[in-house]
Nanobody, 126 residues
Framework: VQLQASGGGLVQAGGSLRLSCAAS????????VAWFRQAPGTEREFVAA????????DYADSVKGRFTISRDDAKNTVYLQMNSLKPEDTAVYYC????????????????????WGQGTQVTVSS
């Protein structure tokens, strides 16, 4: 069972990156998936989530209008398109699958998520 996050890297401010989260051994079908991030010396924070059907997405205020989360269930993969990146976006980004025990469009709280990826580093230079 594994969530593999990829796509991170070093980018200049104003640039773009697309993160991918591919699941193996488990399915994203009928579950919500989220991205969180953790900068050095800070707690992990919610970034974005998408519901089971892809019809609802939620974002942290700090990334609204710049980041877009999407999913491709045929590929068992969730994406995070990050545009207009800022130095404060620098962090390790983690994807997570919300436990099928939970439904609805509430995505906050790490306790809701049962599987986590290993993280991918995003560094934005000024």
């Amino acid at each position: 069972v594994q969530l593999q996050a990829s796509g991170g890297g070093l980018v200049q401010a104003g640039g773009s990156l697309r993160l991918s989260c591919a699941a193996s051994g488990i399915t994203f079908t009928n579950t919500a998936v989220a991205w969180f991030r953790q900068a050095p010396g800070t707690e992990r924070e919610f970034v974005a989530a998408i519901n089971w059907s892809g019809s609802v997405a939620d974002y942290a205020d700090s990334v609204k209008g710049r980041f877009t989360i999407s999913r491709d269930d045929a590929k068992n993969t969730v994406y995070l398109q990050m545009n207009s990146l800022k130095p404060e976006d620098t962090a390790v980004y983690y994807c997570a699958r919300r436990s099928p025990r939970y439904s609805g469009n509430y995505f906050y709280g790490e306790r809701l998520y049962d599987y986590w990826g290993q993280g991918t580093q995003v560094t934005v230079s000024s």
